[in-house]
């Protein structure tokens, strides 16, 4: 069972970039790892999910702006957003899931503000 946390988020303007990363306190290499986000008012949803091997998946609203990636030796998943907008705006949530077991970080809060 790893714990996992999460860093890097802040407020940025519209456009701007973040990365996040999340550091597990084991080894990941046989979680499926993703990002999730959760807006006011809104259900936690999909950001992105990436393999061990790295197959990487990612909601259409997010296409071609993150990028999601892995360092299986650091045990460590990254989050790369770029061009945000303000609709970005959201409590980012790492997730290592194995079959049923899945397991969460407490969230990053990223805010897109000018």
């Known amino acids: 069972q790893v714990q996992l946390v999460e860093s890097g988020g802040g407020l940025v303007q519209p456009g701007g970039s973040l990365r996040l990363s999340c550091a597990a306190s084991g080894s990941i290499l046989v979680y499926v790892m993703g990002w999730y986000r959760q807006a006011p008012g809104k259900q936690r949803e999909l950001v992105a999910t990436?393999?061990?091997?790295?197959?990487?998946n990612y909601a259409d609203f997010v296409k071609g702006r993150f990028t999601i990636s892995r360092d299986n030796a650091k045990n460590t998943v990254y989050l790369q957003m770029n061009s945000l907008k303000p609709e970005d705006t959201a409590v980012y949530y790492c997730?290592?899931?194995?079959?049923?077991?899945?397991?969460w970080g407490q969230g990053t809060q990223v805010t897109v503000s000018s």
């Open positions: 997730n290592a899931a194995l079959g049923r077991y899945v397991t």
């Open positions: 990436i393999t061990t091997p790295g197959r990487a």
